[in-house]
């Protein structure tokens, strides 16, 4: 099993300790589980869509509610208060399942309901970060804000089912979100997961830069991923945003992790006419440098730690920076409503 596996699509179809996928309904094994799909009125815009929601998989969240929210105010709960540490929780919520799979072979209710549970914030929240919506720098958003984003746009709504959740309890896993639970925990798997979900999402929209007029793109591990119909969620997220080019993965973070800055740095320019290639070249340098664990490529013994330790300004905040390469100026004109000032190498 490997990262690409855990993020990709593979572990829709994985089965629970109940029997039924990860996925749900967009499972190829869903029509094989017990199905109980109920129209109910919410109070909001997915009334007037007449879909029904998944009362089977809402039944098996209830089941785990208590354990889901205290685990998503306990995890990383070292970290600041912001909106970076909200994402970061989702996310690792969202591979917790996954993860399980890889490590014993079997996922619990409890690891399935947090999976259900958190997707959709996971989903909100990167989409929120590569719009410039919200700041990973932010404090937490309060429901208010989340009820307007609701109400805005069809966040509950999919295409063939809604939400199940009542407009209370996502508010109550918002909070639990933004909270800071105790005792808190990690998983050292995140950092690496997360720089490689945000590996793929810089590449896939480099990519989508760079494909007109490209020849044979499907030679290009980037350009996959920028013409999958169904790619890794992040990916998902960031072709979401029109207008937003490789740089904006670095909107996840408080300091873009070094994968990402070496990716950065390895961009060719824009008109490269080996440009795709460049990209596939920079998006498999920076994988290796992610921390090493059991799910990707080891960290060269020569890469660099996490985050530099002597930095005055604190974790997760880096030290001053060389003026940007012209190319980046370049990367950054094609996306110029760029929300905050480029990464800089």
């Not at 996959?224 to 790619?231: E, G, I, Q, T």
Request: include cysteine.
């Amino acid at each position: 099993m490997t990262a690409a596996w855990i993020l990709g699509r593979g572990p829709v179809d994985a089965l629970d300790e109940d029997g039924r996928p990860l996925g749900e309904q967009a499972s190829a094994r869903y029509p094989d589980v017990e199905r109980r799909e109920v129209v109910r009125a919410f109070g909001d815009a997915r009334d007037a869509t007449g879909l029904p929601c998944n009362h089977a998989a809402l039944a098996q969240l209830q089941g785990a509610w208590r354990p889901a929210l205290e685990w998503l105010r306990g995890f990383d709960a070292h970290r600041p208060r912001d909106v970076e540490r909200m994402h970061r929780r989702a996310f690792a919520a969202t591979v917790q399942a996954p993860l399980a799979w890889v490590r014993e072979g079997r996922i619990s209710r409890r690891r399935a309901a947090l999976h259900k549970l958190a997707l959709g914030f996971s989903d909100l929240i990167a989409r929120l970060l590569f719009e410039g919506a919200i700041d990973a720098t932010d404090p937490p958003p309060p429901v208010e804000a989340l009820d307007g984003w609701l109400d805005a746009r069809p966040w509950l709504v999919g295409e063939r089912q809604v939400c199940a959740g009542s407009r209370a309890q996502i508010r109550v896993a918002w909070r639990a979100l933004s909270e800071t639970g105790a005792p808190g925990h990690r998983d050292p798997e995140i950092d690496a997961l997360l720089e490689r979900a945000s590996l793929e999402a810089a590449a896939a929209s480099a990519a989508r830069r760079l494909l007109p007029g490209a020849s044979a793109p499907e030679r290009y591990a980037c350009a996959r991923l920028a013409l999958d119909p169904a790619p890794p969620r992040l990916v998902s997220s960031i072709l979401q945003v029109e207008d937003a080019g490789p740089l904006h993965a670095a909107l996840l973070f408080r300091a873009p992790p070094p994968g990402l800055r070496a990716f950065f740095a390895a961009l060719p320019a824009p008109d490269d006419p080996a440009a795709l290639a460049r990209v596939d070249a920079a998006l498999t340098r920076a994988v290796r440098l992610a921390p090493s664990r059991a799910v990707v490529p080891a960290q060269q013994e020569t890469g660099p730690d996490r985050r530099d330790r002597s930095d005055p300004g604190g974790p997760g905040r880096t030290r001053a920076d060389p003026p940007l390469p012209g190319k980046l100026e370049r990367w950054q004109a094609m996306a110029p409503r760029h929300p905050r000032p480029l990464p800089r190498h």
